[in-house]
């Protein structure tokens, strides 16, 4: 970290003796405060719920400006890696900092399709849930139990173990999310086939049966590649924030991503895409673009708990980059298909244009996220809506790895243990149980 120049002071009205902070700077975004001492110093802790002021960690990965709209991952603005780089390579690139050569590139491609088949008792353990079970709720399941079944990559701290659990990970997530499909809808399993790419072969692990081979669409292929990509990483965000507070434990990788994964499962978070595409179709059976103006009124309501899903970030306080990407994409898809009149995309374009001329959305700067149109593309691949989530987790899952991975190599690597101001009970004695 490199140190500022500028020094903060902060002083006390009680008269207690004023303390410097350092300030370090980033490559680029704001400067941070070093509080790291304070509690020695001053006895006091600071107070930040929901960490609205707070860098827990330094990291070169991903890099978002939100009032500009910008995404970043090691450097590379998500546009071009969106539109010039296959899902892969924006793997090799999140883990190792570098895009690939091509020589590297064939390599991990190698290394990844050869990793993607799960040891065949998974499937017994998945045959454990009900088959009506959510998808987040087997995935939950499913990642952690990848620790009793690799147990040569469980140590966090033995860096050839981090590097086989990664690869493990990225390998294996597209056959568990279609596993988990088929189980729900009652098919047989469909093992990766390796002449494919990894997301042509997702495909047809979910969408071919053993009575008929699936012939992926380039087109199709190309935009799952791409919703990969976009939702690859996106710096200390809430599942990423709980994979690292997990692995700062010591404890194995997989438990850590199982963890990332519950916590993706959110409707604030990765479970968006789906309460956005429910959302949709609830407009459209109420009436559909008739209606939007009465759903608004409600959405602005300060007595209704409705929300505008898709819509509305903690960081972007502009247009997210991706969403933009992903509006183009829904174009690719539905015209590929010939569902250019497809009405949940009408229907979305046109909550999306009273919304952005709003002034409640205007002012409090709420704009379309990802999952405001990433859900209809995912509807038009074919993919059922409690499934979408878990494609997140999926994509995610090299994000997660390459945080965990960084922190494990930080040298100021701690466990993770926050503070609080305690607003309870001051001590107080046990009555015996009549006397309560
Ligand atoms: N619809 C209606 N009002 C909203 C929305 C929304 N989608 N999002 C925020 N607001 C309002 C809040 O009610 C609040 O209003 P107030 O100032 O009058 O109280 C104001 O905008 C600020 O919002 P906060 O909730 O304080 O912002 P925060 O940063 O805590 O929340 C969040 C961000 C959780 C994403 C929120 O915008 C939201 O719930 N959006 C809908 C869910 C969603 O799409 N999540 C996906 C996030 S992206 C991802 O995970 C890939």
Known sequence: ???????????????????????????IGPDVIDIRKLYAQTGKFTYDPG???????????????????????????????????????????????????????????????YHT?????????????????????????????????????????????????AHRLIAKMPTLVAMAYKYGVGQPFIYPKNDLSYSANFMRMMFATPCE?????????????????????????????????????????FAAIAAGVACLWGPAHGGANEAALNMLEEIQRNGGVEKIGEFIKQVKDKNSSVKLMGFGHRVYKNYDPRAKLMR??????????????????????????????????????????VDFYSGIVQRALGIPVSLFTAIFALARTVGWIAQLNEMIGDAEYKIGRPRQLFVGSPVRDVKPIAER
């Open 1 to 27: 970290m490199t140190p500022s120049d500028v020094k903060a002071t902060l002083s006390f009205s009680d008269g207690s003796p004023s303390m410097e902070l350092p300030l370090y700077k980033g490559s």
């Open 51 to 113: 960490f609205l002021s707070t860098a827990s960690c330094n990291s070169t990965i991903t890099y978002i400006d939100g009032d500009k709209g910008q995404l970043l991952y090691r450097g590379y603005p998500i546009e071009q890696l969106a539109t010039g780089c296959d899902f892969l390579e924006v793997c090799y690139l999140l883990l190792n900092g570098e895009l690939p050569q091509q020589a590297e590139r064939d390599d991990f491609v190698k290394t990844i399709t």
């Open 117 to 165: 088949m799960v040891n065949e008792q998974m499937q017994f353990f998945l045959r454990g849930f009900r088959r009506d079970a959510h998808p987040m709720a087997v995935m939950t399941g499913l990642v952690g139990a990848l620790s009793a079944f690799y147990h040569d990559s469980t140590d966090i701290h033995n860096a050839q173990h981090r590097t086989i659990a």
């Open 213 to 253: 081979e699936y012939v992926p669409n380039p087109v199709l292929v190309r935009a799952l590649d791409r919703i990969f990509i976009l939702h690859a990483d996106h710096e200390q965000n809430a599942s990423t924030s709980t994979v690292r507070l997990c692995g700062s434990s010591g404890t194995n990788p």
């Open 328 to 369: 183009e994409t829904c174009h690719e898809v539905l015209q590929e298909l010939g569902l250019q009149n497809d009405p949940m995309f009408k229907l979305a374009m046109a909550l999306e244009k009273i919304a952005l001329e709003d002034d409640y959305f205007v002012s409090r700067k709420l704009y379309p996220n």
